[in-house]
């Protein structure tokens, strides 16, 4: 060895060095924080590598943003992007209700906002549509139906589902587009019914329900527009199962502190009791 040293002109000591640790601390590490970015990715691919940071913390591999954007850079494991939704042609009719959120998507408390709307996606026998209702306190959706047909019991077993599952809901604003869903009386009645008041914004102004289009957009591109359905039931299931598993106890929001909207629910729900 120290003949081919000396002939390749090399230092002996940094070889012997090599030899006594050939894999330093650094790699190590950066071998562990790859393989807990890698788990996270494999388990839910369409998370950015701030979501895959955050897993990562989960799973005793803590980091920052920076170094998970150029760990998942170098491994080329990108987050799933959707395509554009088309916009629609058709133009709503009058509102049955006034605009009392004008943007503003803020709540203080658990079921003082809700939001709602319906989107829909092809399969091989046909489209598949989802109403959502969204709690703007969380950000969770406390209720939804999936039908075949876009009519206006989709939107009102929609809301029943949601004042299920949370209660005493008296007040509660219900902020929706035009649609004529939500303009029929089924849908009023029910807003009657649960004494919730009825909100809706303007024609074409997509700002005004802008927050529920942000849910529906992260469900396009993370599940619709994932691959090719070929039955409604397939599809059905990737959306609860997203909706449940995912969004509700994985995906992390900035605006409530990294927390997951059931974490930030739990902690709040428990802060108020304890205060009170």
Not at 20 to 34: G, K, Q, V
Not at 78 to 105: E, I, M, Q, Y
Request: glycine letters at 6%.
């Amino acid at each position: 060895m120290a003949v081919t040293c000396r002939v390749l002109k090399l230092a002996r000591q940094p070889y012997y060095r090599w030899l006594a640790a050939p894999i330093t601390d650094s790699e190590l590490t950066e071998a562990y924080r790859s393989n807990a970015l890698f788990d996270a990715h494999r388990d839910d691919p369409e998370f950015g590598y701030r979501f895959l940071a955050d897993e990562a913390a989960e799973a005793g591999e803590s980091m920052t943003g920076r170094t998970a954007w150029r760990i998942c850079s170098a491994n080329r494991w990108w987050s799933v992007f959707g395509k554009p939704r088309r916009s629609k042609t058709t133009r709503p009719g009058p509102p049955v209700h006034d605009d009392l959120v004008n943007r503003n998507f803020t709540a203080d408390r658990p079921n003082a906002l809700w939001l709602s709307d319906i989107s829909e996606h092809r399969t091989s026998e046909g489209k598949l549509y989802i109403c959502a209702v969204k709690d703007v306190f969380s950000g969770r959706i406390v209720g939804y139906s999936i039908d075949s047909r876009m009519k206006s019991r989709l939107a009102v077993t929609a809301l029943n589902n949601a004042v299920a599952r949370r209660g005493e809901v008296a007040g509660c604003i219900v902020h929706t587009d035009r649609g004529s869903q939500f303009r029929s009386r089924r849908f009023v009645h029910a807003l009657n019914r649960h004494d919730l008041v009825g909100s809706m914004g303007r024609v074409g102004a997509a700002g005004d329900n802008a927050a529920m289009e942000s849910f529906f957009s992260l469900l396009q591109r993370n599940v619709l527009d994932r691959c090719s359905w070929n039955t409604r039931e397939q599809l059905r299931i990737a959306i609860v199962t997203w909706i449940e598993r995912t969004y509700h106890r994985r995906r992390r929001q900035t605006r409530l502190g990294r927390l997951t909207p059931v974490e930030f629910e739990t902690i709040m729900t428990t802060a108020a009791r304890q205060a009170a």
